[in-house]
Nanobody, 119 residues
Framework: QVQLVESGGGLVQAGGSLRLSCTAS????????MGWFRQAPGKEREFVAA?????IYADSVKGRFIISRDNAKNTVYLQMNSLKPEDTAVYYC???????????????WGQGTQVTVSS
């Protein structure tokens, strides 16, 4: 069992930055592909970014968000720059054992952290 705990959400003005963190329990963190998803009110949960040995991004955040991981700290980060009001959502950390193959491969979810971007 892996528990994921997110932190770092909050309220920021458009154009600002936030860094989300997700810390995982357990001793096999490096074996997991780690990702971030987000869900805005009335919308489906959507992919944001993921990382195992390389990183991938949704087109909507490419060039603005950076995902990284520190295996020694069991932590994955999402640096969010040039934030827009449309980035407002609950952001969820996700872990997939082995290769990252999208939302269907996710084994564990965090509880979510709210990000609100004001215009």
């Amino acid at each position: 069992q892996v528990q994921l705990v997110e932190s770092g959400g909050g309220l920021v003005q458009a154009g600002g930055s936030l860094r989300l963190s997700c810390t995982a329990s357990g001793r096999t963190f490096s074996s997991y592909g780690m990702g971030w998803f987000r869900q805005a009110p009335g919308k489906e949960r959507e992919f944001v970014a993921a990382i195992k040995w390389s990183d991938i991004y949704a087109d909507s955040v490419k060039g603005r968000f950076i995902i990284s991981r520190d295996n020694a700290k069991n932590t994955v980060y999402l640096q969010m720059n040039s934030l827009k009001p449309e980035d407002t959502a609950v952001y969820y950390c996700a872990a997939a054992y082995g290769a990252w193959q999208g939302i269907s491969s996710v084994d564990y979810w965090g509880q979510g952290t709210q990000v609100t971007v004001s215009s």
